[in-house]
Each structure stands twice: as C-alpha cells, then as structure tokens.
C-alpha cells in the first residue's frame, strides 16, 4: 500500500559523488556544445550574413550550412587582429574568437565599434562577457568535462530544448583516470566525432554537475601564473606580440616560431601540441597569415595539470630543441 506519493527514491546504491558547488555562468544559458551555442545566437538574431575568420576551427561552419545562412572569411594580422576590410549591413554580423584568451582588448575594441559582434569565447573560458554582446563559451577546452558550453545574449528565445545525455562520450575522461591520456585518445576522438552534427540541446545533468565541482579560482589562478612565466621567458623570441591584459585568462602560451618541425620534435618528447586548426590549410593561401599561424605556431599547456617545475621542463626541452 503505497502512503505517500514520494518523488525521491531512498537507499539503493550511491551515487557518484562530486563535490557540490556553484557554476562559473549561473546566469548565463548552459547548451552542449559551443557550436550549437553560435546556433542558438544565429536563430536569435537571423543574421543573413556572418564574417568569420579563416583562422578558426571548422565545426563552426556546422550552424551555418544546418540554418543556411551565408558566411564569409575574413583575415586576420600579425596581432590576431581583424582586417575590417569590408561593409556590415543591419543584417549582417561579425564573429571574432577571443584567441588564446588573450585578445580580451580587441574584443572590448569590437565592442565599441560594431553593432553586430558575435564573441566565441571558447578559447577564454574565464574571460566574462561583455552586456549586450552575444558571447559563447564552450566548456571542454579549459576542464575535463565532454561537453557543455554557455551562451549569454541580451534575449533569451523561448526554444523548449530538451536536455542532452553526456555519459556515452565520457569514456576518453575515465581512462584518463584509470589509465593515461595516451590510452584514452582513440576514445576522445570518438567522442569528438559523436558531437558532430549534435542536435541543439540543454547542457547535461552530468556536465553540469561536473562543472559545478570545479575550484575556478584555482584553475584561473594557475594558469596566469604558468603563462606569464612562460612569457618571461619566451618572449625574446616570440615573433607573435602578445599583449595580455588582467582581464585575459590565456588557455595557452602562443609561442610562434618559425620551425615547422618544431611540433614533431616536441611530441617526440612526450609534449603533445595540437595544430590550430587543421581546416586553416584548406581554407587559406599557403602565403597568408593564417596558414603560417597554423603551420608554427606552437601552443603550450598551462592549466591547471601544471606546476612551475613542469613549466621548467618545458622550457629545457624547448631551448635543448631550439
Ligand atoms: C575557437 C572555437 N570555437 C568554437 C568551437 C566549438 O566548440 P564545441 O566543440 O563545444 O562545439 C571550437 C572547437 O571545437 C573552437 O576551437
């Protein structure tokens, strides 16, 4: 005979357990993935236009050809900077990537200067959106989360998004535990390719707990450290000019040097650098800006997984290579 209509079940096994917490964007719209975050932008404002860079990764295309909406390339110069070398109209929009999380100053420029700025924060997590400015974020490059990704715009549409499932693409992470990063990457690949024309939905319960677990200042702390030691000692031969202000939180340290087989080397010596972004080769002239940064410019990791003594070590095996 059942006495109460209880909704909570009680007893049974435990639950996974991670540490309860606030998020880092409780105000913000939490989606699953950060190209589906631009979608959600793109059906807001119906833009019938948008200018891109070449220098940006290709799963950005994914809401345009799924809307149909026209995008141009646009290029960018020697600061990461765009060229604006051409007419926004009232329908028309430009999306600039906060590169590195360092550009926080061209973005806050933009700002000033264009009506119709879309701002892909996806490479600067911590670097809070400015009001009125349609800004994405997207979760997995700073934390080890599968998915996730926040979208703050001035208007909400009322989509009545159903909330995505994350725990079949996880695995990359549980072995990452369990065994090493090296064993999981088939795995994360995989999962990368489940993301892929992933319908719009709400972030998951799981990335959503995942991410309220997280200790942010820790993170946004030690990365700023391990960057600006890594400046210190880098910059001398740096060709790009970095100018980081205190509002950046760099993901990584941009080291552009002419060495192609730079990248090789260092993975030979177990530090993994990943080319951004592959699609630039096909995209840009071989003699543009963009395909250069693509071809060498090295990104070195500097979150939270490192202390300075690891940063030590990456700069002997950089200098021993150099
Ligand atoms: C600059 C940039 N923006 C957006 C995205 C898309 O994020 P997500 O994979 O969460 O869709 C990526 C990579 O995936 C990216 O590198």
Redesign the pocket.
Same mark, same amino acid.
Request: charged share 25%; with cysteine; glycine share 6%.
């Given at each position: 005979m059942k006495v109460l209509n209880s909704l909570k079940s009680i007893g049974g096994y435990m639950p996974l357990q991670i540490p309860m917490g606030v998020s880092y964007y409780p105000t913000l719209v939490p989606l699953n993935?950060? *190209?589906?975050a631009l979608e959600y932008i793109l059906r807001l404002r119906k833009y019938t236009k948008v200018y891109i860079p070449y220098f940006?990764?290709e799963?950005?295309l994914e809401p345009f050809n799924k809307l149909n909406i026209e995008y141009e390339f646009y290029n960018i110069d020697v600061n990461l900077d765009p060229i604006l070398d051409f007419k926004l109209d009232d329908n028309s929009a430009l999306l600039y990537?906060n590169y590195f999380g360092i550009k926080t100053s061209t973005v806050m420029w933009l700002s000033s200067i264009i009506k119709n700025l879309i701002i892909?924060n996806?490479?600067a997590f911590f670097v809070k959106p400015i009001s009125n400015v349609d800004t994405f974020y997207?979760c *997995?490059?700073f934390f080890g989360v599968p998915?996730g990704?926040y979208v703050s715009t001035s208007t909400q549409i009322g989509l009545n998004l159903k909330t995505d499932l994350s725990m079949g693409r996880i695995s990359h992470l549980l072995t990452s535990i369990e065994k090493n990063i090296e064993d999981g990457y088939q795995d994360y690949l995989a999962n990368n390719e489940m993301?892929v024309n992933n319908e719009i939905r709400k972030m998951s319960t799981l990335t959503t707990k995942l991410l309220e677990g997280i200790d942010y200042e820790g993170c946004e702390l030690i990365r700023k450290n391990n960057f600006y030691f890594l400046h210190k000692h880098l910059e001398k031969i740096n060709r790009l000019r970095i100018e980081i202000t205190n509002e950046d939180v760099p993901m990584v340290y941009p080291l552009l040097v002419e060495d192609a087989s730079l990248r090789e080397r260092l993975i030979e010596n177990k530090i993994f650098i990943p080319t951004y972004?592959p699609n630039v080769f096909d995209w840009a002239s071989p003699d543009s800006y963009e395909y250069f940064l693509a071809k060498n410019l090295i990104t070195i990791p500097i979150d939270h997984r490192y202390n300075m003594q690891d940063m030590r070590s990456i700069l002997a095996i950089l200098n021993s290579l150099l």
């Open positions: 993935t950060g *190209r589906n940006t990764c799963v950005l990537t892909d996806a490479q997207s *997995r490059k998915d990704a993301l972004w």
